[in-house]
């Protein structure tokens, strides 16, 4: 599982943008999720995205009754089982966000976030880019 999800963050393509993509292990078995923060992938890194990721690794896990405490806009994406962007419609992003659920044999591994540090109109290209990679993994969003 994780040599797939290393092949995904390492076939991103940024187009040339600054941004990071971060891999969120769900580390709970069953009916409930857990995720603590398990890989990323840097392009163009910038001082917001380096902050970003500073905080995200300090949360430790984050779960179904802390997810909204800490702003993890993973655990979103863990809560509901879809796909959520945060864009530049958004009048208080000052970094555009994309998260994926990802699934194996129908049990959720984990969520892949996409932080850009200029939000973006619309984060429909990197879903479908996302899901491609997801696809090519065995995997599904």
Known sequence: MQSSIVNIMRRFDFDEKSG???FWKNTWVGNSWSLRLAGQQTNQDKKGLKN???NCLRHGEVGPGT??????FA????QTGGPHQRTKQD????LGQLVVPV????ELVG???LVTFIPKEDYGPDLIQINRLLMDE???G
Do not use: M
């Not at 997810?67 to 993890?72: E, R």
């Open 20 to 22: 990071s993509l971060l």
């Open 91 to 94: 009048p208080t992003q000052f």
């Open 67 to 72: 997810w909204v405490q800490h702003d993890c």
């Open 52 to 54: 970003y990721r500073k």
């Open 111 to 113: 969520v892949i976030e």
């Open 103 to 106: 699934f194996s044999q129908g």
């Open 138 to 140: 065995n995997l599904h």
């Open 75 to 78: 655990g979103q994406a863990a």
